[in-house]
């Protein structure tokens, strides 16, 4: 069973310019939750997506959006970048995503750097 | 509001010496679920365990082991026999029942040297 896949694996863009980073969930997954991490933030949740829906939102600023395609497939798209937007951007699934009992599986992420 | 610490930064043991991982968390439910990843070089986050807030038995899988104590809000993590693989970042997370914002503490870079 193929695990989560993230496309692409390391992206450098300039201040401004928007990015869109995309997720491949493990089959019959239907939650995708994408996460920051950063040294000075840490690992801080960004939405969650389930059924195409968004669910639920962290604290993050309207830049930063996504959506869930009918495959579960899911894009994160950041507009406008900023420098404290360099990160890992962590894509997880799982299988309902009903409630966080639902193991989450992790991609191995995407590295964004902004210059 | 939820909130996960991990005062240990780093933690650097020699090859089979036994460590353990602190998690302390604050949540205002009373149902809510606490784990633990792994996050190995490669940058991917490998699940270790989930423990519900209704369960407070002690897990032992092999060389790791948990123990969850709701009294002192904590869920620490003890690798025994301590291995060079099991150098990584740890992270203690905490998710409540009412939504799926999973809140990951700082972590613990663990070095174990030969």
């Known amino acids: 069973k193929a695990g989560v896949t993230q496309t692409p694996r390391y992206l450098i863009k300039t201040r401004g310019q928007q990015v869109t980073l995309s997720c491949s969930p493990i089959?019959?997954?239907?939650?995708v939750s994408w996460y920051q991490q950063t040294p000075g933030q840490g690992l801080q949740f960004l939405f969650e997506?389930?059924?195409?829906?968004?669910?639920n939102k962290g604290n993050f600023p309207g830049r930063f959006s996504g959506r869930q395609f009918s495959n579960s497939r899911s894009e994160m798209n950041v507009s406008t970048l900023e420098l404290g937007d360099s990160a890992l951007y962590l894509c997880?699934?799982?299988?309902?995503?009903?409630?966080?009992?639902?193991?989450?599986?992790f991609g191995p992420g995407t590295r964004l750097t902004v210059l | 509001a939820q909130k996960v610490t991990q005062a240990q930064t780093e933690i650097s043991v020699v090859e089979k010496e036994d460590v353990t991982l602190d998690c302390v968390y604050e949540?205002?439910?009373?149902?809510?679920?606490l784990f633990w990843y792994k996050q190995p070089p490669s940058g991917e986050l490998v699940f270790l365990i989930r423990?519900?807030?209704?369960?407070?038995q002690n897990e032992i899988s092999g060389r790791y082991s948990w123990n969850f104590q709701k009294s002192t809000s904590s869920f620490n993590f003890t690798i025994t026999a301590s291995q060079v693989v099991d150098s990584a970042v740890y992270f203690c997370?905490?998710?409540?029942?009412?939504?799926?914002?999973?809140?990951f503490g700082a972590g613990t870079r663990l070095t174990v040297k030969p």
């Open positions: 997880a699934s799982s299988l309902a995503g009903a409630s966080p009992y639902n193991e989450q599986f």
């Open positions: 089959s019959g997954h239907r939650s």
């Open positions: 997506y389930f059924s195409e829906t968004q669910r």
């Open positions: 949540t205002r439910d009373t149902t809510y679920y």
């Open positions: 423990r519900n807030s209704f369960d407070e």
């Open positions: 997370a905490l998710s409540e029942a009412r939504n799926n914002d999973m809140r």
